[in-house]
T-cell receptor, first 110, second 114 residues
């Protein structure tokens, strides 16, 4: 089976930096996704990490450590529109199964 | 127009009724999925299909069935709806040709069973 853990809620200030952590236990690990989901809307793709290290994409960066079963999403220069849930999802197995964590609800305050 | 379209967007139905949720896509993807989302439980996979002749159960398939009518269409049925099937349902697609492929989600169907 798979076990994916991420904090339920976080609050951060506009303009600041926030790090959202995700830990996982799985077999046949292929990679890890991060998705953003605004309330009542569809999830949208942010990043996919396969190799260890940090990948930067504008204000968002994602880090992966395969040996530690750990990832984080780093959001810089926070904006009010970044208030959303951030879903960590593990991609594993020969059939490329994707399992989602329960998501972290981020509230950005002025 | 959305690449992944779900109908209806909202539905209220009575316990015991049969209901079908439909999903169509214009992305040309071979893989399609149905998820449900509940507060505190995240997205959970109900069924997935890697091509028209391939249907697989996900982690919570009991009480649901699916039909892949064509590569572009994947419908989810609740044979006899019950209140704990009240949830937000998402259809998604992905490209099986690409190993690192992300999923593209429809806008969701909010289903309430009373």
């Amino acid at each position: 089976g798979q076990n994916i853990d991420q904090p339920t809620e976080m609050t951060a200030t506009e303009g600041a930096i926030v790090q959202i952590n995700c830990t996982y236990q799985t077999s046949g690990f292929n990679g890890l996704f991060w998705y953003q989901q605004h309330a009542g809307e569809a999830p949208t793709f942010l990043s996919y990490n396969v190799l260890d290290g940090l990948e930067e994409k504008g204000r968002f960066s994602s880090f992966l450590s395969r040996s530690k079963g750990y990832s984080y999403l780093l959001l810089k220069e926070l904006q009010m529109k970044d208030s959303a849930s951030y879903l960590c999802a593990v991609h594993s197995g020969g059939y490329q199964k994707v399992t989602f964590g329960t998501g972290t609800k981020l509230q950005v305050i002025p | 127009d959305a690449d992944v379209t779900q109908t209806p967007r909202n539905r209220i139905t009575k316990t015991g009724k049969r209901i079908m949720l439909e999903c169509s896509q214009t992305k040309g993807h071979d893989r399609m999925y149905w998820y449900r989302q509940d507060p505190g439980l995240g997205l959970r996979l109900i069924y997935y299909s890697f091509d028209v002749k391939d249907i697989n159960k996900g982690e919570i398939s009991d009480g649901y069935s699916v039909s892949r009518q064509a590569q572009a269409k994947f419908s989810l049925s609740l044979e006899s709806a019950i209140p704990n099937q009240t949830a937000l349902y998402f259809c998604a697609t992905s490209d099986g040709e690409r190993r690192n492929t992300e999923a593209f989600f429809g806008q969701g169907t909010r289903l309430t069973v009373v």
